[in-house]
């Protein structure tokens, strides 16, 4: 299991580094503007403090009929009751593993915490038709955690 993490780890670090030099070389108007909203200012990146406003957050999401926008990402299904849930995701992570990985602090870095959470939505995305309301909630849940993120960001900017 924990050579899994370390590779988990790793797989993210990479993309976090290959999104960093893809997006280097450019001016620094031209880089505001195409910002990846995932990404976080360099001197954020060690302030896990933040993984857990974050987290802290995003559980209170609510839509506009005031349901919490989260309750269907707790848990992922059940491998027995829904097994096609597993072949089509590879990567089954829910808010509770990543509830626990912030309590022992198993994230190193912000980045790695935000692959988590980007992980999380797209797997609900892509199990859940676009039609279906699991995968409205999920748009919706990303579009309020990354405005979430863009607040925070420029608040610890001060």
Not at 10 to 34: A, F, W, Y
Not at 90 to 112: A, F, M, S, W
Request: proline share 4%.
């Amino acid at each position: 299991r924990e050579i899994r993490d370390e590779e988990m780890k790793r797989r993210r670090q990479r993309s976090v580094d290959l999104e960093e030099e893809l997006g280097g070389g450019s001016s620094k108007k031209k880089k505001e503007l195409q910002r990846n909203p995932w990404d976080v200012p360099a001197h954020l990146y060690q302030k896990t403090d933040l993984c857990n406003k974050l987290y802290d957050v995003l559980r209170g999401f609510k839509d506009t009929e005031n349901r919490l926008l989260c309750e269907f990402l707790v848990r992922v299904p059940n491998r027995r009751s829904i097994p096609e849930y597993y072949k089509i995701v590879q990567h089954p992570i829910d808010l509770i593993r990543i509830q626990q990985k912030l309590k022992t602090d198993g994230y190193e870095n912000v980045p790695l915490f935000l692959s988590d959470i980007r992980l999380l939505i797209n797997n609900s995305k892509t199990y859940y038709r676009p039609s279906s309301e699991e995968h409205k909630r999920a748009i919706a849940f990303e579009k309020e955690f990354l405005r979430t993120l863009q607040e925070i960001s420029e608040y610890e900017d001060l």
